[in-house]
């Protein structure tokens, strides 16, 4: 576990902002976000914690913000996702959801535990939400606050 935070901490002090892969024309913001050929994409329907946010596993910070990146840009990889946009939001993002080889992106972070159903805008991935739940994976696994909490 000690070991795990150090990566973590390391991954936070070394890189905080710069994580990103350029796969042809492609940024990973965070958790949720994506520059794709030069436009801005929110993940609709879900929510992942923000970059500086915290989560607490056997008493000990996690960036769960972070991690929640980390598990994006794996995810990913070298490949360039496919988006379906679905309008803009209220900072003049698109609002989409995304897919590598027709794999949800939303789904995968939802249900493996690193983003939440964002249930004030979609019901879409509310069971994808309870499976990961029901497991303890992820976040679901530390005590923490809700994103949308984090950010009042």
Same mark, same amino acid.
């Given at each position: /576990?000690?070991e795990?935070?150090?990566?973590?901490f390391f991954l936070?002090?070394v890189?905080?902002y710069n994580i *990103?892969?350029? +796969?042809?024309?492609?940024?990973?913001?965070?958790?949720d =976000?994506?520059i794709l050929?030069?436009? @801005?994409?929110?993940?609709?329907?879900?929510?992942?914690? *923000?970059?500086k946010?915290t989560?607490?596993? #056997?008493d000990?910070p %996690? $960036?769960c913000?972070?991690l929640a990146? *980390? %598990?994006?840009l794996?995810?990913?990889g070298? @490949?360039?996702? =496919?988006?379906?946009?679905?309008?803009?939001?209220? #900072?003049?993002r698109?609002?989409a959801?995304c897919f590598?080889? *027709?794999s949800?992106l939303?789904? $995968?972070l939802v249900?493996?535990? #690193?983003?939440? +159903? #964002?249930r004030k805008?979609? =019901? @879409?991935?509310?069971k994808?939400e309870? $499976?990961?739940?029901q497991?303890?994976?992820?976040?679901w696994? /530390?005590?923490?606050k $809700?994103?949308?909490?984090?950010?009042?």
């Amino acid at each position: /576990m000690k070991e795990f935070l150090l990566i973590c901490f390391f991954l936070f002090s070394v890189s905080f902002y710069n994580i *990103e892969v350029k +796969a042809g024309d492609l940024r990973i913001i965070d958790g949720d =976000t994506i520059i794709l050929h030069g436009e @801005k994409i929110r993940f609709s329907g879900i929510d992942a914690p *923000e970059l500086k946010q915290t989560c607490i596993k #056997y008493d000990q910070p %996690v $960036y769960c913000g972070i991690l929640a990146k *980390e %598990v994006l840009l794996k995810r990913i990889g070298n @490949k360039i996702p =496919t988006c379906i946009k679905e309008g803009k939001d209220f #900072y003049n993002r698109f609002l989409a959801e995304c897919f590598i080889n *027709e794999s949800s992106l939303s789904r $995968y972070l939802v249900r493996s535990g #690193y983003a939440f +159903a #964002y249930r004030k805008y979609s =019901t @879409k991935f509310i069971k994808d939400e309870e $499976y990961a739940k029901q497991r303890n994976l992820g976040i679901w696994s /530390m005590k923490f606050k $809700y994103p949308w909490e984090f950010r009042k």
